[in-house]
């Protein structure tokens, strides 16, 4: 089946850019979704559609999708953008949601 | 605003059953398609089950076929997970999610039911 491949983890100063890479193969023909989870609470879209932005989500997420690579642009990362981030696909092979491995990202 | 909420978890022993419900209210459940999807503790997402907004087409991942059966009642404002013969690997917190653009886009997310299975 379908394997999405992401990072265990990233860690930055506040103000840098952050960038979380999702890996599948063939990635690029497909919609990717982004999800922002914070420890005890439910996940939340950020990105739709490769590089959709939900209402509320600031301008500083940002998201592209070619050949086999997806990735998650966070500008200025501040401390409240600590989280776990998931990338997602759909498998229209197997017809199944598929989750990447989720990546910590750690604002030093 | 968009709200689900689940229930129905709790502890159960290995090989048993139990049954999560999610309501949902301040959007037209109808109109969306429902997933069920856990995570064990200190780990991550898990996609269970996927169920159109009519009810007409269900997915499920291998490792709950057959022992889990989603379903909903749009009169209820409803989404369910029947699960049985549950498995200690399964113990985790199950989130109800829907989404109405497709590829299993999940726009809005319950707060999640823990499912402990233990003997």
């Known amino acids: 089946s379908y394997v999405l491949t992401q990072p265990p983890s990233v860690s930055l100063a506040p103000g840098q850019t952050a960038r979380i890479s999702c890996w599948g193969t063939?990635?690029?023909?497909?919609?990717v979704y982004w999800y922002q989870q914070k420890p005890g609470q439910a996940p939340v879209l950020v990105i739709y559609?490769?590089?959709g932005r939900p209402s509320g989500i600031p301008e500083r997420f940002s998201g592209s999708n070619s050949g086999n690579t997806a990735t998650l642009t966070i500008s200025r990362v501040e401390a409240g953008d600590e989280a776990d981030y998931y990338c997602?696909?759909?498998?229209?092979?197997?017809?199944?949601?598929?989750f990447g491995g989720g990546t910590r990202l750690a604002v030093l | 605003q968009a709200q689900l909420v689940e229930s129905g978890g709790g502890l159960v022993k290995p090989g048993g059953s139990l049954r999560l419900s999610c309501e949902a209210s301040g959007f037209t459940f109808s109109d969306y398609y429902m997933n069920w999807i856990r995570q064990a503790p200190g780990k991550g997402l898990e996609w269970v089950s996927y169920?159109?907004?009519?009810?007409?087409?269900?997915y499920y991942a291998d490792s709950v076929k057959g022992r889990f059966t989603i379903s909903r009642d749009n009169a209820k404002n409803s989404v369910y997970l029947q699960m049985n013969n549950l498995r200690a690997e399964e113990t985790a917190v199950y989130y109800c999610?829907?989404?109405?653009?497709?590829?299993?886009?999940?726009?809005?997310w319950g707060q999640g039911t823990l499912v402990t299975v233990s003997s």
């Open positions: 997602q696909v759909w498998d229209y092979t197997s017809n199944h949601v598929i």
């Open positions: 169920i159109t907004n009519t009810g007409s087409t269900i």
């Open positions: 063939n990635i690029g023909s497909k919609s």
């Open positions: 559609d490769d590089s």
């Open positions: 999610a829907s989404g109405i653009y497709g590829s299993g886009r999940s726009d809005y």
